[in-house]
């Protein structure tokens, strides 16, 4: 959440002095609370604003420090998802989870499902630039079965973005959705996959809140049937990330997961300001917990120093403060 204060170009020096003596060692007492207002109040723009004063007056790129250390320290690596531009951030997730070892399918299907249709536009292009590749071509080789279609359907979804849904065509596109499943004894995977590629994200929720309209029931219902096999499953999951990214998210918080901290940190970082009170609520719903307690459990159980300017980052954005 941005601040309500007008930053001074006197203040982005000192917000870069901050950070300089943080990565210099040469912390001071306040040091930790000021780090935790830099990265709960400053906006976008104002972290712009900061990486050009660090690099006037410290010679050096404030983001391939962080990069450079986010390995191993949760604090760099919170910073590093916080002052990276949107797009250019999604667009490196997008590689890790691709090219990082093992392939990552919930971090793919967060960034394609969650972003507006033109940021993820805005993503493409940014892969493409940067790695010198294309996402669908790479998303193509590198993942197997359903989700790669329904995926490259999702990405490709993104040439058509507008800022109002048409509800008469959602209307009809339900229709479609309905036919592709109910009028013969397997379900029509080709129809699905041409809908979801051919609307975009927006659009695609008001073909979901039409069919429900229509048929009494949600389309993930439909598709939990035994004929639609494998492919119900994984359309299930893309479809409920579209309609319902706070539960999705809330639901991957609640996994037990080997990498459950970067998720944690990921989640709070690219929904603050977005839906982050929502997620909260639905992880509460089904934990009787909240997230900032899972912050809590999360960072509390080591000594490291650099835990509790990560906690305090965290708790202060899900709170909105």
Known sequence: MASSFIQTPRQYEQDSHV???????????DSNKELVGIFVNRDSNAF??????????????????????????????????????????DAQLMRQSLFGGSLN?????EVACTRPSSELLRIKHCYQTRYKSDLEKDLTQ????????ILLAVSRSCRNYSSRA?????????????????????????????????????????????YKQLY???????????????FGKEIRVVIRCI???????????????????????????????????????????????TLENLVLREFNSS????????????VGLIKGC
Not at 19 to 29: A, D, K, P, Q, T
Not at 244 to 261: C, S, T, V
Request: net charge positive.
């Open 166 to 210: 048409d509800m008469s065509l959602a209307m009809c596109d339900a229709k479609t959705l309905y036919e592709a499943i109910e009028s013969g004894r397997t379900i029509d995977q080709k129809t699905i996959i041409s809908v979801l590629s051919q609307r975009n994200n927006g659009q695609v929720r008001a073909i979901l809140s039409s």
């Open 19 to 29: 950070l300089h003596c943080y990565f210099s060692g040469n912390v001071g007492g």
């Open 243 to 289: 309609q319902h990214p706070e539960k999705f998210f809330a639901k991957q918080l609640r996994m037990k997961n080997a990498d459950g901290r970067e998720i944690l940190i990921r989640t709070v970082i690219t929904r603050s300001g977005i839906d982050i009170k929502g997620i909260n609520k639905a992880f509460a719903t089904k934990t009787g917990s």
């Open 303 to 314: 000594k490291d120093k650099n835990n509790g300017i990560a906690v305090g980052i965290l």
């Open 142 to 149: 590198k993942i197997n079965g359903g989700f790669k279609e």
């Open 105 to 109: 399918l919930n971090t793919l299907i």
């Open 216 to 230: 009494g029931h949600e389309f993930g219902k439909s598709v939990k049937r035994s004929k639609c096999g494998q």
């Open 48 to 89: 712009k604003l900061v990486r050009q004063s660090y690099s006037c007056r410290y010679g050096q790129d404030l983001l391939r420090l962080m990069s450079n250390v986010q390995r191993n320290n949760s604090f760099a690596r919170i910073a590093y998802l916080r002052m990276a531009e949107p797009h250019e951030r």
